[in-house]
């Protein structure tokens, strides 16, 4: 069976709340019922039928072609099934995801993969600000599940990251790993300054160094440990080329010590 | 008794009494075959019998680095005990004694239950507070830093409530080096076979054991019916031309690991021939009243 397919009439007016339009959602539901999903974020209705042109399938794989930065809360709360998505999505992609697979094809706005519990966040292109990152007044990040950016992440990617794994491609921005509780944060391009600012525990690679690292990180010393070659079979179907790179010894420093300290940041040993 | 004669080689009509146990299985890496054996052959030392050792255990097979979590050669260790407390307490001190102080050694989960058995989850405070807990996927592993890098291991591994204990083969010749000759070719045979395990020396023991003795609170003696010395004495279950007696017991995951390992080891014995090897095969059981696994050796000829 093919997918249920929602392709864009034109570009929104107004910012859309996407979240109604999941795989368990959407299951068993009738054209009809699909079409009258409203999905609007201002006093004027608006309903996936009247954004959407919808070619009905199976609903545990959605795909929308054509995408736009008024797109948000793609996938958030979604549970099983794929969601794929031809473009650019808004803010809180895959937020408080407990499962399934979501593929970005462009780019992806602020707080995406924002409290996800489990599940996978592809993103084609880059990511905004705190991805994986709570809302304001909430206190853990990302629970879990694997985020991967193909382009670059915005400042404090994994921003209070509890557990699970994000990988960037490209470069991070500012405070990366910013008060990580636990997780992974993977960086192949530079990172910004001030990588795991607050850290308490949490482990980040900045694989082509950062612009600025917070004197409260203590080096200790080049390894080249176990856990890597575990950590690099975990990433292998993911990102294949930063998986080779974690096979090779690491500068470790730990820190942050302006807090616990028992966190890590891994970065290119010197030469 | 009434026997059968394959190829010179006469075998009782008798079976293997085996027992239910609980076991669980461990890949233990290093930095190479020979640390990753190392560490493997002291965890599962004074593991040969659960009369006195708390655990039967022993290695399964070596394994490729393309075979193990990590990348690394490896081992994969089986252990087994009477109760899922006692296999706990074995698994935690065995590890924590002869593993996690081997050099360079990494210890996995070798089995997947839906059943567990604590190991890093155990093992992790020695870490006093520095151990970092790595969640990968489904699984969980805890590093643990000492003083040459990382310990890393599972947080727990599968446990098995359907493992079999006790079997066994019982190798009968006319002189200790035939004898001995003929078992030695067996447990050859038998590591070939997997999710198996024969803990004894060498995988051997001459010391076979019955069931209490007329001492008080000596729960196993000498298999005097067995013992080529006491020929004559009116118990024994020798023929005139046996002057030495071996044993093989197995431990398997499974019943059909078990069956499978004593069948490889009677056709090892029975191709041998009775010229260079044994002149008899038998098994060790209690009536049938006791263990709920028989295996009987007709039904294990080639």
């Keep these: ?271 | 008794m009434s026997q059968l004669t394959v190829n010179g080689i006469r075998v009782d009509d008798t079976f293997a009494e085996a027992f239910g146990m609980r076991a669980t299985a461990l890949t233990i890496t290093a930095h190479s075959a020979v640390w990753a054996h190392q560490a493997a052959v002291t965890m599962t030392g004074f593991a040969t019998s659960v009369i006195g050792c708390g655990c039967e255990a022993g290695i399964d097979r070596s394994l490729n680095p393309d075979e193990t979590p990590d990348g690394r050669p490896g081992v994969r260790v089986l252990l087994f005990a009477v109760s899922t407390s006692e296999l706990q307490k074995q698994l935690q001190n065995r590890v924590g004694q002869c593993v996690l102080t081997s050099p360079g050694s990494a210890c996995y989960a070798g089995l997947e239950a839906d059943e567990e058995l604590k190991l890093g989850n155990a093992l992790r405070f020695f870490g006093d507070g520095w151990q970092v807990s790595k969640r990968l996927g489904d699984k969980r592993y805890w590093r643990i830093p000492v003083m040459d890098g990382e310990f890393v291991c599972s947080a727990t591994t599968g446990l098995s409530k359907t493992a079999v204990g006790g079997g066994n083969i019982i190798v009968m010749g006319a002189s200790a080096e035939t004898t001995l000759a003929a078992t030695v070719h067996a447990v050859e045979a038998i590591a070939a076979v997997p999710d198996v395990i024969v803990p004894f020396p060498g995988g051997i023991a001459r010391s076979g054991s019955k069931v209490g003795s007329k001492y008080k609170g000596v729960v196993a003696s000498t298999n005097d019916a067995y013992c080529p010395t006491l020929k004559g004495s009116g118990r024994s279950a020798l023929d005139s031309d046996i002057a030495s007696v071996l044993e093989i017991v197995i431990d398997g995951l499974t019943s059909t690991a078990v069956a499978a390992a004593m069948r490889a080891g009677v056709r090892a014995i029975l191709m041998l021939g009775p010229e260079r090897g044994a002149l008899r095969i038998g098994a060790g059981n209690y009536g049938g009243k006791l263990g709920p696994h028989h295996y009987h050796l007709k039904d294990l000829l080639p």
Excluded at chain 1, 163 to 175: D, T
Excluded at chain 1, 226 to 249: C, D, F, G, K, N
Aim: proline share 4%; charged share 20%; glycine share 16%.
């Design chain 1, 1 to 271: 069976m093919s997918a249920l397919t929602f392709t864009l009439r034109e570009a929104p007016l107004q910012r859309v709340d996407l979240a109604a339009l999941t795989p368990d959602r959407l299951l068993g539901l009738s054209e009809s019922k699909i079409a009258a999903s409203e999905l609007q974020t201002t006093r004027v209705r608006l309903c996936a039928g009247d954004l959407f042109k919808i070619r009905m399938g199976d609903a545990m794989q959605i795909r929308f072609e054509g995408g736009h930065e008024r797109f948000d809360r793609v996938g958030a709360g979604m549970t099983k099934g794929e969601i794929n998505i031809a473009g650019d999505v808004g803010i809180q992609a895959g937020r408080l995801m407990q499962g399934g697979r979501l593929t970005i094809g462009g780019n992806a706005g602020p707080w995406s993969a924002s409290g996800m519990k489990a599940g996978t966040v592809a993103i084609s292109g880059h990511a905004g600000e705190r991805i994986g990152g709570p809302l304001a007044g909430e206190t853990v990040g990302m629970r879990g599940g694997v985020v991967v950016v193909r382009g670059d992440a915005g400042a404090r990617a994994g921003d209070r990251m509890r557990r699970g794994l994000i990988i960037v491609e490209g470069k991070a921005g500012i405070y990366a790993g910013s008060r990580m509780i636990a997780g992974t944060l993977v960086v192949r391009g530079r990172t910004g300054s001030l990588p795991g600012y607050l850290m308490s525990r949490g482990t980040i690679f900045a694989m082509n160094g950062s612009d600025v690292v917070s004197p409260t990180f203590a080096d200790s010393g080049v390894h080249e440990l176990v856990a890597h070659t575990l950590l690099a079979s975990y990433i292998q179907p993911y990102s294949s080329e930063v998986a080779a790179m974690l096979r090779r010894p690491w500068r470790r420093l730990i820190g942050d010590m302006a807090v616990i300290g028992k966190g890590e940041i891994f970065c290119p040993a010197p030469n």
